[in-house]
Each structure stands twice: as structure tokens, then as C-alpha cells.
T-cell receptor, first 115, second 113 residues
Framework: DADVTQTPRNRITKTGKRIMLECSQTKGHDRMYWYRQDPGLGLRLIYYSFDVKDINKGEISDGYSVSRQAQAKFSLSLESAIPNQTALYFC??????????????FGEGSWLTVV | QKEVEQNSGPLSVPEGAIASLNCTYSDRGSQSFFWYRQYSGKSPELIMFIYSNGDKEDGRFTAQLNKASQYVSLLIRDSQPSDSATYLCAVTDLMDSSYKLIFGSGTRLLVRP
């Protein structure tokens, strides 16, 4: 089983609908992240959380919200989905900051299509 | 706005050759540098990281860092078809307590049998 699990793996939704992407991890890491990947644009950070009571905006947080329900769970919500939010979304975890050499571990990704 | 630039490729090399992947970054404060490999439709996985100027070797992979030129590269020796993937460069800034990784858009490598 994957250490960082994302659900759903694929979702097609309509414009204006609310959609939640869920992430759970068994690595025991405090830090969790949500990234978005678009062709030609690389990975961009949406939100990150260093512990259950800590939530921080990343580069592109507009239109998204997150919830850290527990150390192991970090969900991403699109309150009113729009087509330009069509992308591949990755949840990730790390034991400490990546600058310390600790690896960021990515989930398998969630393909979201907004029509 | 911190930026990380990579040539999108594809970089095509024959099997057994050395593949050289390059990355430049805009923020002189960047102190930690990472190379990730991503197969199509899969999640990125860390290959190696480097902090100090010079070379760092791990098996067939060598990372090279030149902070004065704001340049980091990844060399893959004895390239194999299984190395065909997109390689993402990422940097972070120790002075930024959020330790956010800034990713380049990646270079696609194709190793021809």
C-alpha cells in the first residue's frame, strides 16, 4: 500500500460544483502539502501545513481551501470548481523542511477535470 | 518572484551516453537544490539533493552546483531506456522558514535503445 494515499484518483466534475480531494499518510510526518501540476508549468504549491493547527497559503491558493483533520489527513477543497482548475493534484509529506535533506514524499496524484 | 528555469526538451541521447540536464535559478538566497524524476502519469521521486558548490555523486547520477552562476545540473552516466522520464529541478531557501520548494517545469529525457 502507498504511504501517501489520495482519493479520488480521477474525477470529472462540472463547473460550479464543490469537490474535495483527500489525502492520508502512514509515514507519521508532521508536514503535509498540496501541489498542482499543469503541463509546462511544473509543480506549484497550493497550501501547506506543518502541524494540525498550522495552515499556510502557497503560491496559488485562490479558489482553494484546505482542512487538516488530523496529523495523517489533509484535504483540499474547490468550493466552486472552474475549468482552469483542471490539473493533476499531488499531496505530499515531509518529516521536516526539505532544506534539511529530508525527502518530500508525493502521493500518486489525483487527476481532476472540470467541464 | 523566485524562478527556476529548465529547458523543456526533449533531450534525446543514445543508450550508454551521458545525459546532461541543466537548471538555473533566480534567487541568490537559494541554498538547497533537488532533482526529482517523474515518469509519465506518476508522482515525482527524489533522485538527489545538493547544498554545496561542486559535485555530488550517487551511483550513475552526479549533481553539480555553481552558486556564483546560479546553475545546477544533473549528469546521468551510462543512460538507460528506463531513465526516460521528466526531470524536475527544485530549490528552496533556508532563510524562508516555510521551506517551500520551487519547482522548474522539467526537462523530458528520452534515451534511445
Amino acid at each position: 500500500d502507498a504511504d501517501v494515499t489520495q482519493t479520488p484518483r480521477n474525477r470529472i466534475t462540472k463547473t460550479g460544483k464543490r469537490i474535495m480531494l483527500e489525502c492520508s499518510q502512514t509515514k507519521g510526518h508532521d508536514r503535509m502539502y498540496w501541489y498542482r501540476q499543469d503541463p509546462g508549468l511544473g509543480l506549484r504549491l497550493i497550501y501547506y501545513s506543518f502541524d494540525v493547527k498550522d495552515i499556510n497559503k502557497g503560491e496559488i491558493s485562490d479558489g482553494y481551501s484546505v482542512s487538516r483533520q488530523a496529523q495523517a489527513k489533509f484535504s483540499l477543497s474547490l468550493e466552486s470548481a472552474i475549468p482552469n482548475q483542471t490539473a493533476l493534484y499531488f499531496c505530499a509529506t515531509s518529516e521536516a523542511g526539505p532544506s534539511s535533506g529530508n525527502t518530500i514524499y508525493f502521493g500518486e496524484g489525483s487527476w481532476l477535470t472540470v467541464v | 518572484q523566485k524562478e527556476v528555469e529548465q529547458n523543456s526538451g526533449p533531450l534525446s541521447v543514445p543508450e550508454g551516453a551521458i545525459a546532461s540536464l541543466n537548471c538555473t535559478y533566480s534567487d541568490r538566497g537559494s541554498q538547497s537544490f533537488f532533482w526529482y524524476r517523474q515518469y509519465s502519469g506518476k508522482s515525482p521521486e527524489l533522485i538527489m539533493f545538493i547544498y554545496s558548490n561542486g559535485d555530488k555523486e550517487d551511483g550513475r547520477f552526479t549533481a553539480q552546483l555553481n552558486k556564483a552562476s546560479q546553475y545546477v545540473s544533473l549528469l546521468i552516466r551510462d543512460s538507460q531506456p528506463s531513465d526516460s522520464a521528466t526531470y524536475l529541478c527544485a530549490v528552496t531557501d533556508l532563510m524562508d522558514s516555510s521551506y517551500k520548494l520551487i519547482f522548474g517545469s522539467g526537462t523530458r529525457l528520452l534515451v534511445r535503445p
